[in-house]
């Protein structure tokens, strides 16, 4: 079966960098993406990259995908109070609906 | 461009009772996924449709249906409500190109 990894909590200071980890298990996936949840709120897809692909930036954010080791990050740059949520890292394998990572949740102190 | 719309936000029910929760995509998606989130189980796919068709299931027993309109709305029902069934259901729709899912807002249901 298909099983995405998260570390399940983060703490940084505002103004610093945060990378977030995570690991997949399905080489057929397509995309693999990055979602976001604040409270009380549904997932906000944040971005995504194509398999193909070893990174992409939009804005503060970073993505890196290693497709030998299956290990996808995110890196959010000068990270705000308002980056706090609990972020989803989730693949798409091929003929099958998305699998989601336990989530990571992000703590952004003053 | 309006969102994906989940109704009721919130939900409140008794164990035995049954509860339809209801979604409406966004216009020209014609797949709707439905997700159930629990802090112990996190995310856990329910099933999908696609033109009115169930294309995926996940692990969840027959107590939990849905169906999808030809306006692409979906419903989701469950059946003789227990307490485990408190959660908050997300419905998610998307193209068929697969950039990622859009999500509602979702429903809290809580049964006591």
Same mark, same amino acid.
């Given at each position: !079966?298909?099983?995405?990894?998260?570390?399940?909590?983060?703490?940084?200071?505002? !103004?610093? *960098? /945060?990378?977030?980890?995570?690991?997949?298990?399905?080489?057929?996936?397509?995309?693999?993406?990055?979602?976001?949840?604040?409270?009380?709120? !549904?997932?906000?897809?944040?971005?995504?990259?194509? *398999?193909?692909?070893?990174?992409?930036?939009?804005?503060?954010?970073?993505?890196?995908?290693?497709?030998?080791?299956?290990?996808?990050?995110?890196?959010?740059?000068?990270?705000?109070?308002?980056? /706090?949520?609990?972020?989803?890292?989730?693949?798409?394998?091929?003929?099958?609906?998305?699998?989601?990572?336990? !989530?990571?949740?992000?703590?952004?102190?003053? | 461009?309006?969102?994906?719309? &989940?109704?009721? +936000?919130?939900?409140?029910?008794?164990?035995? &009772? $049954?509860?339809?929760?209801?979604? =409406?995509?966004?216009?020209?998606?014609?797949?709707?996924?439905?997700?159930? $989130?629990?802090?112990? &189980?996190?995310? &856990?796919?329910?099933?999908?449709?696609?033109?009115?068709?169930?294309?995926?299931?996940?692990?969840?027993?027959? +107590?939990?249906?849905?169906? $999808?309109? =030809?306006?692409? +709305?979906?419903?989701?029902?469950?059946? #003789?409500?227990?307490?485990?069934?408190?959660?908050?259901?997300?419905?998610?729709?998307?193209?068929?190109?697969?950039?990622?899912?859009?999500?509602? =807002?979702? #429903? +809290?249901?809580?049964?006591?």
């Amino acid at each position: !079966g298909e099983d995405v990894e998260q570390s399940l909590f983060l703490s940084v200071r505002e !103004g610093d *960098s /945060s990378v977030i980890n995570c690991t997949y298990t399905d080489s057929s996936s397509t995309y693999l993406y990055w979602y976001k949840q604040e409270p009380g709120a !549904g997932l906000q897809l944040l971005t995504y990259i194509f *398999s193909n692909m070893d990174m992409k930036q939009d804005q503060r954010l970073t993505v890196l995908l290693n497709k030998k080791d299956k290990h996808l990050s995110l890196r959010i740059a000068d990270t705000q109070t308002g980056d /706090s949520a609990i972020y989803f890292c989730a693949e798409n394998p091929y003929g099958q609906n998305f699998v989601f990572g336990p !989530g990571t949740r992000l703590s952004v102190l003053p | 461009k309006a969102g994906v719309t &989940q109704t009721p +936000r919130y939900l409140i029910k008794t164990r035995g &009772q $049954q509860v339809t929760l209801s979604c =409406s995509p966004i216009s020209g998606h014609r797949s709707v996924s439905w997700y159930q $989130q629990t802090p112990g &189980q996190g995310l &856990q796919f329910l099933f999908e449709y696609f033109s009115e068709t169930q294309r995926n299931k996940g692990n969840f027993p027959g +107590r939990f249906s849905g169906r $999808q309109f =030809s306006n692409s +709305r979906s419903e989701m029902n469950v059946s #003789t409500l227990e307490l485990g069934d408190s959660a908050l259901y997300l419905c998610a729709s998307s193209t068929e190109g697969n950039y990622g899912y859009t999500f509602g =807002s979702g #429903t +809290r249901l809580t049964v006591v």
